[in-house]
């Protein structure tokens, strides 16, 4: 069977329980995939003023340790530790939609396939946020991309 | 006679400002200023929320300090009990045992709140949202603090609209970019 390469953008530990139970849902061979956990870390300019130089370094660690416990997640349902990587980026991006885009296409692993969530949104809140999902379907070549809505 | 106690100074009230005009991603911006808003305040938490007219629902799109059973209480509707959006001004719930404007006056009290400040964010004369602030305690509420927070939510919501024409711009570029040529002719994309 041919490897799998998967990435996986992570915001917070609702994503990641609903990607890794729709992840043990899927018959995959999990010696052959590999995947990869990413975390688009935005440090706003002004947010040292605004919450204090610990909180920066913090939130980087908070966000470390969401990808790591995933990572245990994906261990425990059987896949390799070897074959999952954790990438938090942080470079500067306008939103984490640009951070996802660039972070694929400058990978040197080709992904497969994408997996995002998107949870439920009001039309106002999509009009203030935007719709993440429709950008990566859209801006993504060569890879299929698979969101996952979640009930509320 | 019990006095209020101001609790954002020029400095506070400085940085959530500036963080306001310049954090160009909005969940994040969401985020950090309902953590700043409580830790000024010295309060429990508080939250965001965005006005759906369609629905004429209000939806929390951000929280600090609320667990996830109070968050998801059930639906907030808004009607006649919602004077800060027929007034655009804020309202103040100084006892929510005794308030008959509280939806779930139950949740409330077992979340632990007492006293809720309410802020209208608005752009102009529309009310787009609103940012609670929940006191696990009784709260006399200074006005110098209250002006603060009314400039705040009024940047806040410039911003919000903001965001919002910049995405639904995103998609009629989308849009236009997906029409045959013949149809633009004579329009510079």
Known sequence: ???????????????????????????????????????IFRKASSEEELMGKGFTEEELSKFTRILERAKDDLVDIGFLPENIEIRVSSDLYPTVT?????????????????????RKMSKAEEFLVGDVSVKLVRALEGTSVLVLKTLK | ?????????LR???????????????????????????KSFKVKGSSIFLYDEREKQLFRVSSYGISESYQTKGPIYVDERFSEFKSGKPVFFSDFRED??????????????????SVP???????????????????????????SMCVIAEHLG???EYNGLKNFLDQVKIAIESLPLRMLRGISI
């Open chain 2, 1 to 9: 006679m019990q006095q209020p106690d101001r609790r954002i100074f």
């Open chain 2, 158 to 160: 410039l911003v919000l």
């Open chain 2, 100 to 117: 008959p404007r509280i939806q779930y006056p139950e949740e409330a009290i077992k979340e632990g709140i007492v006293s809720m400040l």
């Open chain 1, 1 to 39: 069977m041919n490897d799998v390469s998967v990435l996986i953008p992570l915001r917070d530990t609702g994503s990641s329980e609903l990607i890794i139970k729709y992840l043990s849902s899927m018959p995959l061979c999990a010696e052959n995939v590999h995947i990869t956990l990413l975390h």
């Open chain 2, 121 to 147: 964010i608005k752009f102009h004369e529309d009310v787009i949202g609103l940012i609670k602030i929940y006191n696990a305690e009784p709260w006399i509420l200074h006005d110098e603090d209250l002006n």
């Open chain 2, 12 to 38: 506070e009230f400085a940085a959530i400002s500036h963080a306001i005009s310049t954090y160009s991603d909005v969940n994040l911006l969401n985020s950090h200023l309902v953590e700043m808003i409580s």
């Open chain 1, 98 to 118: 640009d951070g996802i885009i660039d972070q694929f296409n400058k990978s040197e692993r080709k992904f497969d396939i994408v997996i995002i969530r998107r």
